[in-house]
């Protein structure tokens, strides 16, 4: 098993917790893990991007090549279509599709979201609303965009709802049940994509 990821967003979004959560899933499936983050302005609203490389044999690299993502996670569109070189022909690009207007000239997300729609094997989900809808709370979108990936991840929904619990077993049981069921709603939305 290998599966190269790209994680993409803004700061605050959450992307170093998203591969927190899939790195404690992929340890407790004993496979080896790569990871690196690259942070733009490093505070909130700067680029941020993680690189995430697992495998059940050696990893030689941290940094994914370009071409070769089996996955890229967009916290946000037009972050997800900054890092559209790096996904493979077969590749699964899967967006927020909600953009943070970060930046005084944020490009037309019409034109964005086009772009992203060209991509073969593609999910855009407006995971801040659904988050606002079913939630009541939109800091759980990255949780929710986890959800979305998990079908194409090659880890269980029980190492990754494991690796949840784990990763917020520090903030009560309330925490970890609100992102249980966020992560949810994302997979429910995504399942039907495989």
Not at 85 to 95: N, V
Not at 161 to 188: C, M, R, V, Y
Request: glycine fraction near 8%; hydrophobic fraction near 45%; charged fraction near 20%.
């Amino acid at each position: 098993m290998k599966k190269d990821i790209i994680i993409a967003g803004v700061g605050g979004q959450g992307i170093i917790s998203i591969a927190a959560m899939i790195g404690y899933a992929a340890l407790e499936k004993n496979l080896n893990i790569k990871q690196t983050e690259v942070h733009g302005m490093s505070q909130r609203g700067g680029e941020v991007v993680t690189h995430l490389r697992l495998s059940d044999t050696q990893i030689y690299s941290d940094l994914v090549p370009i071409g070769k993502a089996d996955l890229i996670i967009g916290m946000e569109p037009l972050e997800a279509l900054r890092y559209i070189h790096f996904l493979k022909p077969d590749g699964w690009l899967i967006s927020n599709s909600i953009p943070i207007m970060n930046m005084i000239s944020y490009p037309d997300i019409n034109k964005i979201i086009s772009r992203i729609k060209e991509v073969k094997n593609h999910i855009l989900i407006p995971a801040n609303d659904i988050a606002k809808q079913h939630l009541n709370n939109d800091k759980v979108v990255n949780t929710l965009l986890l959800g979305a990936c998990a079908p194409f991840l090659g880890l269980t929904d029980k190492e990754l709802l494991n690796a949840i619990e784990k990763f917020f077993s520090n903030k009560g049981e309330q925490i970890i049940e609100l992102n249980k069921k966020a992560f949810q709603l994302g997979f429910n939305f995504s399942e039907n994509y495989k």
